[in-house]
C-alpha cells in the first residue's frame, strides 16, 4: 500500500516563527501536493511538485514555499507565520500521467495531515 | 477551466435511509471524476472514480456514482447508511488530457451526519 506520512500531527508556533511541514511518500510518485484545507472551503492546492526539484504555484501560494531535493520528499515552508496560516495541510502524492492506467489514473494518496495553529 | 459545486455543505440522514450527496462540475474538456472521504481526524481516500467507459461507477463501502454527462453531474449515492458513513465527502475533477492535467479540483465538501 501506498504510504504518504507527514511528520507532526499538530504544531503550535508563534507569529514569525519559520515552519516546516514535511511530507514523505514511499511508493516512487513523482507528482506531490500540498493543500491546505478549512472549514466551508474546501481544499485549496499551495503548491505541488511534478518531479525532483520541480515545483510550480497553485492557486493560494503567497506566504508559504516548498522544496523537492529528492523524490519522495515535499516540504512545506512557511517563512513567517501568521495567524491566518492556522489551518490544515494535507500533503499528497500521484503516479505521473503516462505511467498511470487504468485503476491508478489519477488517483492521489493523502498523508493523514498537519494540524497548525499559529498563535 | 474547471470548477465543482457539491450542493449541501452537511447532509444529515437517518441511519438505513438513502444517501445522496450532489455534485455537479464544470469543465472544458472531459474530465476524469473523484469522490472522496475523510473522515475525523484523518487525511482523505478514494472512494470511487470515473474515467472512462461505464459511466456507473461503483467504490468501497456500497457507494457508487453516475456520470451524467448531459447534466454536468456526479451524485454520490449509498442504498442505506451506516453510522460508520458519518464523515466529509470531497468531490473533485481534472481533465483527461493536456497539460494541467495534473491538478485537481475539489468542491468544498459535505459533512454527511448519520441518525440513530
Known amino acids: 500500500d501506498v504510504k504518504v506520512t507527514q511528520s507532526s500531527r499538530y504544531l503550535v508556533k508563534r507569529t514569525g516563527e519559520k515552519v516546516f511541514l514535511e511530507c514523505v511518500q514511499d511508493m516512487d510518485h513523482e507528482n506531490m501536493f500540498w493543500y491546505r484545507q478549512d472549514p466551508g472551503l474546501g481544499l485549496r492546492l499551495i503548491y505541488f511538485s511534478y518531479d525532483v526539484k520541480m515545483k510550480e504555484k497553485g492557486d493560494i501560494p503567497e506566504g508559504y514555499s516548498v522544496s523537492r531535493e529528492k523524490k519522495e520528499r515535499f516540504s512545506l515552508i512557511l517563512e513567517s507565520a501568521s495567524t491566518n496560516q492556522t489551518s490544515m495541510y494535507l500533503c499528497a502524492s500521484r503516479l505521473r500521467q503516462g505511467r498511470t492506467s487504468g485503476r491508478a489514473a489519477g488517483e492521489l494518496f493523502f498523508g493523514e495531515g498537519s494540524r497548525l495553529t499559529v498563535l | 477551466a474547471q470548477s465543482v459545486t457539491q450542493l449541501g455543505s452537511h447532509v444529515s440522514v437517518s441511519e438505513g435511509a438513502l444517501v445522496l450527496l450532489r455534485c455537479n462540475y464544470s469543465?472544458?474538456?472531459?474530465?476524469?471524476l473523484f469522490w472522496y472521504v475523510q473522515y475525523p481526524n484523518q487525511g482523505l481516500q478514494l472512494l470511487l472514480k470515473y474515467t472512462t467507459g461505464a459511466t456507473l461507477v461503483k467504490g468501497i463501502n456500497g457507494f457508487e456514482a453516475e456520470f451524467k454527462k448531459s447534466e454536468t453531474s456526479f451524485h454520490l449515492t449509498k442504498p442505506s447508511a451506516h453510522m460508520s458513513d458519518a464523515a466529509e465527502y470531497f468531490c473533485a475533477v481534472r481533465p483527461n488530457s493536456g497539460g494541467s492535467n495534473y491538478k485537481l479540483t475539489f468542491g468544498k465538501g459535505t459533512l454527511l451526519t448519520v441518525n440513530p
Open positions: 469543465s472544458s474538456v472531459p474530465p476524469y
